[in-house]
């Protein structure tokens, strides 16, 4: 039998994640807008740095691309 992590892990497209639900409904909200929508101003760190008045550091993964080299995504499958 499958694990509920590996079903998660499994599951395309991704809004059809529905164990999300009750759990993380503002995931599906995500889902929602595509990478370069203005609703993702709020999170967006490149522009905020003079704002900063603590150290930070940011790391970033193969996947993501929040603090580096913008790189058009391909979306339409996962979502």
């Known amino acids: 039998m ?3 992590g590996a079903k998660m892990q499994n599951t395309l497209p991704l809004r059809d994640l529905g164990e999300l639900q009750g759990v993380a409904s503002y995931y599906f ?4 807008h595509p990478a370069e929508d203005p609703w993702w101003d709020w999170c967006e760190l490149r522009n905020k740095y003079p704002q900063v008045q603590a150290a930070v550091l940011n790391v ?3 996947y993501d691309d929040n603090y ?3 790189v058009p995504r391909q979306t339409s499958q996962a979502c």
């Open 2 to 4: 499958e694990s509920s």
């Open 29 to 32: 909200d995500w889902l929602t």
């Open 60 to 62: 970033s993964a193969w």
């Open 68 to 70: 580096g080299l913008r």
